[in-house]
């Protein structure tokens, strides 16, 4: 069984430029999440997609959009890029939307913005 | 949602039993208590979960308060590769939505 996985590792980009972040789920999950992680702080929730709807979005601006694709592969968006979204992306994949559902961590994005 | 506060770090020695502690003083009936870890340069991972009673799996186990304001994630036996950062999370039973809210954690640092 293939765990989460993300790409790519990692990536720079200048102000104002636009991102694109992919995501694949485990197998069999229906639920991806996504968290961004400034230096030395928790995990921030960005938005979770649930059979490729939003399903529940957290205090980002509009500029970071997602999809979900019909196999629960993920992208994240972001555009007009700034400074400080310089962080770990974390994809997480789950069996469903349930607060019950244990969410599977890929290893991350690394994204630095200059 | 419910706070949870923890020690931003704490040490222990390889093969010694570490306690990490986690307040959480607004805890609703129906929240359930997760623990996830971070080890360095990787994703987040799942540790166990409780609601009342204490749990026990193959990592740790979860010692949870009687009025369930505190609870106490259990390494048996701390080895190097513990070392990470600890997240404790209250995660309510019925509402649907699924997202995790971090704390800052415990980072744990583990001594040969």
């Known amino acids: 069984e293939t765990g989460v996985t993300q790409s790519p590792t990692h990536l720079i980009k200048t102000r104002g430029q636009q991102v694109t972040l992919r995501c694949s789920s485990q197998s069999g999950h229906n639920t991806v999440s996504w968290y961004q992680q400034a230096l030395g702080q928790g995990p921030q929730f960005i938005f979770q997609y649930y059979r490729e709807e939003e399903n529940g979005r957290g205090n980002f601006p509009p500029r970071f959009s997602g999809l979900q694709f019909p196999n629960y592969s993920s992208e994240l968006n972001v555009n007009a890029l700034e400074l400080d979204d310089s962080a770990l992306y974390l994809c997480?994949?789950?069996?469903?939307?349930?607060?019950?559902?244990?969410?599977?961590f890929g290893p991350g994005t690394r994204l630095t913005v200059l | 949602d419910a706070k949870t506060t923890q020690p931003n770090s704490m040490e222990s020695n390889e093969e010694e039993p570490v306690h990490l502690p986690c307040n959480h003083s607004?805890?609703?009936?129906?929240?359930?208590i997760h623990w996830y870890r971070q080890l360095p340069s990787q994703g987040p991972e799942y540790v166990i979960h409780g609601l009342t009673s204490n749990v026990n799996n193959r990592m740790a186990s979860l010692a949870i308060a009687e009025d369930r304001k505190s609870s106490t994630l259990i390494l048996h036996r701390a080895t190097l590769r513990d070392a990470a950062v600890y997240y404790c999370?209250?995660?309510?039973?019925?509402?649907?939505?699924?997202?995790?809210?971090f704390g800052q954690g415990t980072e744990l640092s583990v001594k040969p």
């Open positions: 607004t805890i609703s009936g129906t929240d359930y």
């Open positions: 997480a994949s789950s069996l469903g939307r349930q607060n019950t559902d244990t969410q599977y």
């Open positions: 999370i209250l995660r309510a039973r019925y509402n649907q939505g699924g997202k995790l809210i």
